[in-house]
């Protein structure tokens, strides 16, 4: 079903393309990817409003693979909305949310395809496009929300942002997933060893699967459609995600426990793609480009809202809920940042780490950043204690 809307749009695409190679290039034309894509896409279920797309100059359709509650597809609508209202409805976006579109791997192909013109995914699968988002892949590099917004909105965190033009994807913004926790149905995980043995969905990302390794897990990549019915079916035993993800995707039905280890931090950068975004006027690049930085701190505080009334859905749905000390699990993942801080490709640049770390230590954990951090795995179960 995913596949075939996916293919459909696609196949819209590249007639549209084909129709527009023998027309004019006038920059007032309305952009065929989009509106193309758009009006095929319609006929799924968009989260965002799909009334303005058919007079849109640039009907932009945008992909993700939460479900339409969670923050990262509220933040797109925020921008449609904004985008929208800036460019009196020449410029709209909607939103397919629930891996309609495909994996975060299909949609970052998708902005190079010119399928899709907008996306917000985890910074994990761009391990396959990019080395500059690596240093997120780090276990323990941060310990608060604040570190991890005060990097994302750093110059390092903008050169890394900004650094897969060449790929075919601006970045606009950068929204947020936030800590991943893991979840299982075997167990409460109080030390790495009550890992040992026990099968976790990781995202499609080596140094992921490398830090469950080194903890003792059996990793098993997966795209997020398929976690659900595998976790279901037992094929995995777990998976790790950040509150928001588990609750919108209600995985509390085939889940039984809720380990805040907080052992990742997941930032969400918006793309649009290069070739799209390029034909558009100025003044439209602008709108997109305020739009999507306005949106931003609204995700993001839909994320902090989401953990905490997101664990307490999860709870109430009976999962059992606990936090473990972080340093035995930091202990077990230390050998990560030996393996991969070095020169080299698929590495984490040693320059891009110090930067960051130098960030970190300018925002050192204080007792008031752990406990008003309502976004951080640890504020989340105090305030559900
Ligand atoms: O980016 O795949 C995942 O686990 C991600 O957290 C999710 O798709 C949102």
């Known amino acids: ?58 009907a932009m359709i945008s992909g993700t693979t939460t479900p339409d509650a969670h923050p990262y597809n509220l933040g797109l609508k925020k921008m449609g909305e904004l985008v929208k209202q800036k460019t ?36 994990a699968p761009l391990a396959g496009f990019t080395d500059s988002f690596l240093v997120f892949d780090l276990p323990f590099i941060f310990e608060t929300t604040e570190q991890a917004r005060a990097v994302m909105d750093s110059d390092v965190g903008s050169e890394i942002l900004h650094s897969v033009d060449d790929q075919g994807m601006v970045g606009l913004a950068w929204f947020e997933n936030g800590f991943r926790n893991v979840t299982n149905n075997k167990q409460p995980i109080n030390t790495p060893d009550d890992l040992k043995g026990m099968k976790i969905r990781t995202m499609e990302n080596q140094m992921h699967m490398a830090a469950f390794q080194a903890m003792g897990a059996d990793p098993t990549p997966m795209a997020m459609g398929d976690v659900f019915t ?23 039905e085939v889940q039984k426990y809720i380990s805040l280890t907080g052992h990742l931090f997941s ?27 306005e949106a931003a701190p609204y995700e993001r505080q839909q994320i902090d809202e989401q953990n905490v009334s997101g664990l307490e859905d999860l709870k109430s749905d009976g999962m059992q809920a606990n936090e473990p000390e972080k340093a035995p699990f930091k202990k077990a993942t230390a050998s990560i940042y030996d393996e991969y801080v070095k020169d080299g490709s698929g590495m984490v640049s040693p320059d891009i780490y110090n930067k960051v770390e130098e960030i970190v230590k300018a925002h050192p954990v204080t007792s008031s950043s752990s406990s008003a951090d309502t976004s951080s795995a640890g504020a989340a179960t105090s305030s559900a204690k």
């Open 88 to 123: 009196n409805g020449a410029v709209t976006l909607d939103v397919f949310g629930n891996s309609q579109l495909g994996s975060e791997r299909d949609l970052l192909e998708g902005l190079q395809l010119g399928s899709v013109q907008v996306t917000c995914v985890s910074t």
């Open 230 to 252: 595998a976790l279901q079916q037992g094929t995995i035993d777990g998976e790790e995600n950040p509150i928001p993800i588990v609750n919108t995707n209600k995985f509390a």
């Open 1 to 58: 079903m995913k596949k075939k809307v996916l293919a459909a749009v696609m196949a819209a695409t590249v007639l549209a393309l084909s129709l527009t190679g023998c027309g004019s290039t006038s920059s007032t034309q309305s952009k065929t990817p989009g509106s193309a894509a758009g009006s095929t896409a319609a006929s799924g279920s968009a989260a965002g409003s799909t009334a303005a797309s058919g007079k849109a100059e640039f």
């Open 267 to 293: 930032p969400a950068p918006v793309f649009i793609a290069k070739d799209y975004y390029d034909s558009m006027p100025e003044d439209y690049q602008k709108a997109v480009q305020e739009a999507a930085t």
